[in-house]
């Protein structure tokens, strides 16, 4: 007979599981031998006092499982199943090596992080709006889950397609756009349909998350300087690549805005020869400051060799994860044959709430509004640190975006100007970050300052607790 033991019933488990999972297990420890009989529902119910209700479930299971067979006027028996160790109903504890720290509070800090934009400046009463007009509206899209388009939905990208040809300059159909949850999720779509076997270029320093992601591909990703103007274009001959990750309109991490003589010199060098492209990386391009923001490199390009690559992440919020490129039409048509079968990334919801968030104009009244907040943190923070610093910084990259860099003027190293940095409770991240080959590294500690979520108040703090982490 079986060894069943009922547990006391102050414990919750239903009766039906204990049985199953007792039997289940010895059938795994081989104390059932295969083929063996189970006893009658009756004979069981009767042996432990629980109803024949509880041992019908528990033997339903262990069949629907495929533990048990069944006979018919028999009764049921054990299937033959290999002998296998039984798993510990806890789990295996955690090596230590894989536990995450608990997130730190950061509420008396001061950020100077480039990732991060302002919640307390987005406008959600707005966008919460928008996304009530997207439920009531399109409950269709919302349900109907896997019919949708592997670019994205295509009123969505009618929206944003409108919207960057007059924000940007880019000309395009909404047929061209592919929507995506991330830049990096798009460049690695990117690189299954441009040229097999391409040389890839990056900025170095550049965004090294974009660099990582080309080398896991298996793609060959060649480093390349920069000089004033951005991209060197004597390494680009020296190096010849084939395919250039770039961000003209503000590089990251540096903030050189790429000059009219440059990209008309790499539009050039794109037009060359057929297996040429430029990936223009648009990122931050809505803050330009004392001037108007300057046309995009897709709407120069007249060889269709340029794919402009946006997101809503600086411009909006970077948990909204919306991020979109351009394809010109030999490169939509690759795309449709080699990832016809993709499921789009990003949430349904989120892409309708743009639509309308962007369609009723909250967008744009969204962006001129930031404009001034971010002009005037940018200046009040420029002026604060020539005032505090003198001629001991330098600072470079500050005519676009939200973030530029300074070097300082000092003997300690990186690791103790972090470090001081944390005890200050700055937020602070180093150049050394940027940087993809040994050689581009610069001697001078320099520090990228982002001032996105930088209220103005906190402004004079942060860069007294940055000049105490450099001097003090
Ligand atoms: C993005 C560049 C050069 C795009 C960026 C960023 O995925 O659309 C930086 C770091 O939100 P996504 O990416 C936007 N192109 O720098 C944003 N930067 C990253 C996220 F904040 C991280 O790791 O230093």
């Known amino acids: 007979m079986l060894s069943i033991q009922i547990n006391d019933p102050e414990k919750k488990e239903y009766i039906y599981r204990q049985i199953y999972q007792q039997i289940k297990d010895e059938i795994l420890l081989h104390h059932y031998l295969p083929h063996q009989k189970l006893p009658s529902k009756r004979e069981l119910a009767k042996e432990l006092n629980i109803s024949v209700n509880s041992v019908n479930a528990a033997y339903q299971q262990l069949f629907a499982e495929g533990y048990v067979y069944a006979i018919e006027r028999s009764g049921f028996y054990v299937e033959k199943i290999d002998a296998f160790p039984v798993p510990d109903n806890a789990a295996k504890p955690l090596d230590p090596d894989l536990i995450e720290p608990p997130s730190q509070s950061k509420a008396d800090w001061i950020s100077f992080s480039h990732m991060a934009t302002d919640a307390t400046t987005f406008p959600f009463d707005q966008w919460l709006r928008s996304e009530q007009k997207a439920l009531k509206a399109e409950q269709f899209e919302l349900h109907d889950g896997l019919l949708h388009h592997p670019q994205g939905i295509y009123s969505?990208?009618?929206?944003?397609?409108?919207?960057?040809?007059?924000?940007?300059?880019?000309?395009?159909?909404?047929?061209?756009?592919?929507?995506?949850?991330?830049?990096?999720?798009?460049?690695r779509t990117?690189?299954?349909?441009?040229?097999?076997?391409?040389?890839?270029?990056?900025?170095?320093?550049?965004?090294?998350?974009?660099?990582?992601?080309?080398?896991?591909?298996?793609?060959?990703?060649?480093?390349?300087?920069?000089?004033?103007?951005?991209?060197?274009?004597?390494?680009?001959?020296?190096?010849?690549?084939?395919?250039?990750?770039?961000?003209?309109?503000?590089?990251?991490?540096?903030?050189?805005?790429?000059?009219?003589?440059?990209?008309?010199?790499?539009?050039?060098?794109?037009?060359?020869?057929?297996?040429?492209?430029?990936?223009?990386?648009?990122?931050?391009?809505?803050?330009?400051?004392?001037?108007?923001?300057?046309?995009?490199?897709?709407?120069?390009?007249?060889?269709?060799?340029?794919?402009?690559?946006?997101?809503?992440?600086?411009?909006?919020?970077?948990?909204?994860?919306?991020?979109?490129?351009?394809?010109?039409q030999h490169l939509l048509r690759k795309f449709r044959e080699r990832h016809a079968f993709l499921l789009q990334t990003c949430n349904v919801l989120t892409q309708l709430t743009l639509q309308h968030f962007i369609d009723s104009g909250e967008y744009q009244k969204h962006i001129k509004r930031m404009k001034q907040i971010y002009e005037e943190r940018r200046t009040v923070l420029i002026d604060e640190l020539n005032h505090r610093f003198g001629n001991r910084i330098k600072m470079e990259g500050a005519n676009a975006g939200l973030h530029?860099?300074?070097?300082?003027?000092?003997?300690?190293?990186?690791?103790?100007?972090?470090?001081?940095?944390?005890?200050?409770?700055?937020e602070l991240y180093g150049m050394q970050r940027f940087y993809l080959s040994e050689n581009s590294f610069s001697k001078k500690p320099a520090f990228i300052l982002g001032f996105a979520n930088l209220p103005v108040e906190r402004i004079r703090e942060g860069v007294a607790r940055l000049y105490r982490a450099v001097y003090e």
């Open 156 to 187: 969505v990208r009618k929206t944003i397609a409108g919207l960057l040809s007059i924000t940007r300059g880019v000309k395009c159909y909404p047929e061209q756009i592919v929507l995506g949850a991330g830049t990096q999720f798009l460049v």
């Open 190 to 328: 990117l690189v299954h349909i441009l040229p097999q076997n391409s040389t890839f270029a990056v900025e170095d320093p550049g965004y090294q998350r974009i660099y990582q992601m080309l080398k896991s591909q298996h793609a060959e990703v060649k480093t390349i300087g920069l000089d004033d103007k951005g991209l060197s274009i004597d390494e680009i001959n020296w190096k010849n690549p084939n395919i250039l990750y770039i961000t003209p309109s503000h590089q990251f991490p540096t903030g050189i805005v790429m000059p009219a003589s440059r990209r008309i010199q790499l539009l050039n060098w794109a037009g060359h020869a057929e297996n040429r492209y430029i990936l223009e990386d648009d990122y931050d391009s809505e803050f330009k400051y004392q001037c108007d923001t300057i046309p995009s490199l897709q709407s120069l390009d007249s060889f269709d060799k340029v794919i402009y690559m946006g997101t809503f992440s600086k411009s909006l919020l970077p948990g909204l994860r919306v991020s979109y490129m351009v394809l010109p």
């Open 404 to 426: 530029f860099v300074v070097s300082f003027d000092t003997q300690r190293s990186y690791r103790i100007i972090n470090k001081r940095a944390e005890f200050e409770k700055l």
